[in-house]
T-cell receptor, first 117, second 113 residues
Framework: GAVVSQHPSRVICKSGTSVKIECRSLDFQATTMFWYRQFPKQSLMLMATSNEGSKATYEQGVEKDKFLINHASLTLSTLTVTSAHPEDSSFYIC?????????????FGQGTRLTVV | GESVGLHLPTLSVQEGDNSIINCAYSNSASDYFIWYKQESGKGPQFIIDIRSNMDKRQGQRVTVLLNKTVKHLSLQIAATQPGDSAVYFCAENRGGGGNKLTFGTGTQLKVEL
């Protein structure tokens, strides 16, 4: 299957700083990328949908000014957690798909463990 | 509200036995379902999918069953192996266009030797 790479896999930052997480599709062009957040022993919660060249669509309750998403190319989307606080500590996962069809397979990255201290 | 959920949070099985993981969904408009496996500290891994025009689909050692009448989805794993130990999620495309997925709550599968 297609490969989606996330970087970094783990990051520790100080409260109040910003952290950028990259999501790359290595061997295909991703029309759409999705960003999820997962707290321990919980499910994946969709944060936003990122389409190349346009503004991201955020899910209800997700602050767009806090979680900045950029999808500048068909192979790269970034999520920046601004002014991070301990409650933002979580596992962030991206997925990428080649199309927008309802049954288009989504390929997931390996996740980024963010710890805010 | 509408949701995708699982009946059992933890399932323990003996190595070699068959495993059945269940999922209930409530959105009748959902027409595409996927099972994912997630190992600790990793992203979800695609296992098998099924469209709503089917009621059964088989893969290697895995079978997904879909019962639209009662809005129920199950994943059957044959001859469960220690490497199958993970959290399993069902996910659905709720409709409305695009391929946005909604994930269920997850089931921890533990394989005992």
């Amino acid at each position: 299957g297609a490969v989606v790479s996330q970087h970094p896999s783990r990051v520790i930052c100080k409260s109040g700083t910003s952290v950028k997480i990259e999501c790359r599709s290595l061997d295909f062009q991703a029309t759409t990328m999705f960003w999820y957040r997962q707290f321990p022993k919980q499910s994946l919660m969709l944060m936003a949908t990122s389409n190349e060249g346009s503004k991201a669509t955020y899910e209800q309750g997700v602050e767009k000014d806090k979680f900045l998403i950029n999808h500048a190319s068909l192979t790269l989307s970034t999520l920046t957690v601004t002014s991070a606080h301990p409650e933002d500590s979580s596992f962030y996962i991206c997925s990428a798909s080649t199309g927008t069809g309802r049954s288009t397979e989504a390929f997931f990255g390996q996740g980024t463990r963010l710890t805010v201290v | 509200g509408e949701s995708v959920g699982l009946h059992l949070p933890t399932l323990s099985v003996q190595e070699g036995d068959n495993s059945i993981i269940n999922c209930a969904y409530s959105n009748s408009a959902s027409d595409y379902f996927i099972w994912y496996k997630q190992e600790s500290g990793k992203g979800p891994q695609f296992i098998i999918d099924i469209r709503s025009n089917m009621d059964k689909r088989q893969g290697q050692r895995v079978t997904v069953l879909l019962n639209k009448t009662v809005k129920h989805l199950s994943l059957q794993i044959a001859a469960t192996q220690p490497g199958d130990s993970a959290v399993y999620f069902c996910a659905e495309n709720r409709g409305g266009g695009g391929n946005k997925l909604t994930f269920g709550t997850g089931t921890q599968l533990k394989v005992e030797l």
